[in-house]
């Protein structure tokens, strides 16, 4: 007798959406949205929230429409074979060159705090190899693990929060709108990439205990890491202030100086092992994600074969740039410009595409029956 396999629980959705966009406040994230707006920095997570809120709601609202059936299905139903077919294509490509980069980042963040003597290229390989192994477990391991870990990685986060505000200044979130107001609303428009993972989470819906649970899961992730990374940032100005600008890795920075009392110093060590345990996840199920999406471009029922291929391109992609700054100054902001613009401009169009053909009235007498 076939067993289906186990879906995924809201716990373990949450969990893994937590890890995956909460994580942008621990790497270099939080120094590019200072260099951009200075001290209104902390503000740029929930602006930008805000405006991606819209066409979220839009795509979780289309989706609702087309039960069990996951983000490049609905695509290619609505916008048609050829057409369809492109959008997924573009879709895969930015998630592609993405994690690439990401991955290229956190190498970059463990050579240079952790293991300066090591060759980026042996980290780079040993991330990418994890991450390949833990993606072929699958979704519902992946979930699993993620719902384990949450509890720890939350609390060692807020706790290095803590003990980093000892020698932290309040005044220094003056003057509170940093270098003006139409410069926070451009910059928080140009970030929506900050929340572009909660448009390729809907891939996972066929995956989950039911539609019902993936958007309230949704929310609720949604909610919870705008919050987060906005106070990481408030945090972290407080902390550097105008040395914050030159601050690349400001987390990862402030753990190393950061103790338990006297008794206790250098104690980054525990924060580090939370903080890589979480990577791993992170680019685990960015990499499942991803051989989702080829798998289903290219008709490739067992599409979890292709993973070790994919992290072997990625890890190549990732190792063209030669030095960590041209990863944070050049590669990742053209992937955030359009990522983010990308994703909700597709979002947008799909409900026009479902509003036009009257899949609405149809889901709406559907229900009324």
């Given at each position: 007798m076939n067993q289906q396999p186990a879906k995924l629980g809201i716990r373990e959705y949450v969990s893994i959406a937590i890890l995956m966009v909460g994580a942008k406040a621990s790497e270099d994230t939080p120094a590019t949205l200072y260099n951009q707006v200075q001290n209104a920095a902390w503000m740029i997570p929930i602006l930008s929230a805000g405006l991606f809120f819209i066409p979220l709601f839009l795509l979780l609202k289309t989706l609702s429409l087309y039960e069990n059936k996951n983000l490049f299905?609905?695509?290619?139903?609505?916008?048609?074979r050829y057409i369809g077919f492109i959008v997924c294509l573009l879709i895969f490509v930015i998630s592609s060159f993405?994690?690439?980069f990401d991955s290229r980042t956190y190498t970059n963040i463990i050579r240079t705090f952790y293991f300066p003597t090591t060759p980026n290229i042996i980290i780079y390989a040993l991330l990418m190899v994890v991450c390949a192994y833990g993606a072929k477990k699958g979704i519902q391991h992946i979930?699993?693990?993620?719902?384990?870990?949450?509890?720890?990685?939350?609390?060692?986060?807020?706790l290095a929060l803590i003990l980093s505000t000892q020698d932290s200044n309040i005044y220094s979130i003056f003057p509170i709108w940093g270098p003006g107001k139409l410069e926070v609303l451009k910059v928080g428009t140009q970030r929506l990439t900050l929340f572009a993972e909660f448009f390729l989470f809907t891939l996972l819906i066929p995956y989950c205990a039911s539609n019902k649970e993936f958007r309230k899961g949704t929310w609720i992730?949604?909610?919870?890491?705008?919050?987060?990374?906005?106070v990481c940032v408030l945090i972290f100005i407080c902390m550097f202030d105008v040395t914050f600008g030159g601050t690349a890795f400001p987390f990862h920075t402030a753990i190393r100086y950061v103790s338990l009392g006297s008794y206790l110093p250098n104690v980054e060590?525990?924060?580090?092992?939370?903080?890589?345990?979480?990577?791993?996840?992170?680019?685990?199920a960015f990499l499942y994600l991803n051989a989702l999406m080829f798998g289903h471009i290219f008709k490739i029922?067992?599409?979890?074969?292709l993973i070790p291929s994919?992290?072997?391109?990625?890890?190549?992609?990732?190792?063209?740039?030669?030095?960590?700054?041209d990863v944070s100054l050049e590669f990742k902001p053209i992937i955030a410009m359009i990522a983010g613009p990308a994703f909700s401009a597709i979002?947008?169009?799909?409900?026009?595409?479902a509003l036009l053909k009257g899949d609405f009235k149809h889901g709406k007498n559907r229900n009324s029956m």
């Amino acid at each position: 007798m076939n067993q289906q396999p186990a879906k995924l629980g809201i716990r373990e959705y949450v969990s893994i959406a937590i890890l995956m966009v909460g994580a942008k406040a621990s790497e270099d994230t939080p120094a590019t949205l200072y260099n951009q707006v200075q001290n209104a920095a902390w503000m740029i997570p929930i602006l930008s929230a805000g405006l991606f809120f819209i066409p979220l709601f839009l795509l979780l609202k289309t989706l609702s429409l087309y039960e069990n059936k996951n983000l490049f299905s609905v695509i290619q139903k609505l916008l048609g074979r050829y057409i369809g077919f492109i959008v997924c294509l573009l879709i895969f490509v930015i998630s592609s060159f993405a994690i690439s980069f990401d991955s290229r980042t956190y190498t970059n963040i463990i050579r240079t705090f952790y293991f300066p003597t090591t060759p980026n290229i042996i980290i780079y390989a040993l991330l990418m190899v994890v991450c390949a192994y833990g993606a072929k477990k699958g979704i519902q391991h992946i979930g699993s693990v993620s719902y384990l870990m949450i509890f720890y990685f939350v609390l060692s986060l807020y706790l290095a929060l803590i003990l980093s505000t000892q020698d932290s200044n309040i005044y220094s979130i003056f003057p509170i709108w940093g270098p003006g107001k139409l410069e926070v609303l451009k910059v928080g428009t140009q970030r929506l990439t900050l929340f572009a993972e909660f448009f390729l989470f809907t891939l996972l819906i066929p995956y989950c205990a039911s539609n019902k649970e993936f958007r309230k899961g949704t929310w609720i992730a949604f909610v919870y890491v705008s919050i987060q990374i906005s106070v990481c940032v408030l945090i972290f100005i407080c902390m550097f202030d105008v040395t914050f600008g030159g601050t690349a890795f400001p987390f990862h920075t402030a753990i190393r100086y950061v103790s338990l009392g006297s008794y206790l110093p250098n104690v980054e060590i525990i924060f580090f092992v939370m903080w890589i345990m979480s990577a791993f996840i992170r680019f685990t199920a960015f990499l499942y994600l991803n051989a989702l999406m080829f798998g289903h471009i290219f008709k490739i029922k067992d599409f979890e074969i292709l993973i070790p291929s994919l992290a072997t391109i990625y890890l190549l992609i990732g190792s063209i740039p030669e030095a960590a700054i041209d990863v944070s100054l050049e590669f990742k902001p053209i992937i955030a410009m359009i990522a983010g613009p990308a994703f909700s401009a597709i979002a947008i169009i799909l409900w026009l595409a479902a509003l036009l053909k009257g899949d609405f009235k149809h889901g709406k007498n559907r229900n009324s029956m």
